[in-house]
């Protein structure tokens, strides 16, 4: 009885320790975490450090940096994309803002969710921190299905960060370079949105490029109303704000227009774009026309 009691004392407290933390800190060291080889689960590495330890912004920042730097030690990997760059940090009663640069976006669905996880085991290590919240370039961390992830709190981390079972599909979408003379490409991993890549590319462009010097296309407010491809014509069926809050000129009604149809059209079922705004062709787009089908045109895209 006693060898029983002594086993079940044993198991728990291997289970506290995997689920809690890397075991009790010694003094000047501190706790990050980084994913196994497989990228399965993360795994705790302790580091030296003399800085003093507080929950000022300056020792997170000193913190998180470590965390950029990736593991020394050989058998874990680095989760957050090597060139991220934290831009800012801010503590305030417990909740840790970060704001990292645009290189976080370039990371795969599942690995993100990794990466988040990695970033708020690390803070949570912190004694006095409870919550994070993450913005990338300025902008609130976005999830897999399309939502903001909003406060991460140490209840909402899942104990597999891996586990997924969303489909993801790897799109080539065009956005706007800073004068409106040029469509840049932009290479992004996004969640299937109702089985359709077509709308998962115009939901995709909906949310805006994730480079700052790139410039989103399609007007704040507009919404798909559907999407269909039938015998190669894409039918792209917008709400109306996609031309009463479009900022005019046809230089921004070139790029929204191509940033649209040359995006559709890297599909192979997709030839040509119909564009229909609640549900009727418009004969005119402002200034351009606008009722026929149109065609990719490579020209718009920067060499």
Known sequence: MKKSIWLVGIISILIVTALFGCGKSKQNTIKLYFANAEKTELKCEERPYNESKSTDAKHLENIINELLKGPADAPLVRVIPDG?????????????????????????PSDELLARHSIAKTLFEVEGISKIKIFVGGVELISSNGDKVGEISKDSLVTT???????????????????AMHLIPEARTAPLVDNSIEKTIITELMKGPTNKSHKPTIPDGTKLLSVETKDGIC?????????????????????TVYSIVNSLTELDNVDKVQFLIDGNKLEVFKHMMFNEPFERDNSAISQ
């Open 235 to 255: 039918f792209v069926n917008f709400s109306q704000e996609f031309v009463s809050k479009h900022s005019g000129g046809s230089a921004g009604e070139y790029m």
């Open 84 to 108: 991220t760059k934290l831009l800012s940090i801010k503590q305030s009663g417990g909740v840790v803002t970060l704001d990292f640069s645009s290189e976080y976006n370039t990371l795969a």
């Open 161 to 179: 960060p891996t586990q997924n079972t969303t489909n993801y599909e790897t799109v080539t979408l065009y956005f706007s370079d800073d004068a």
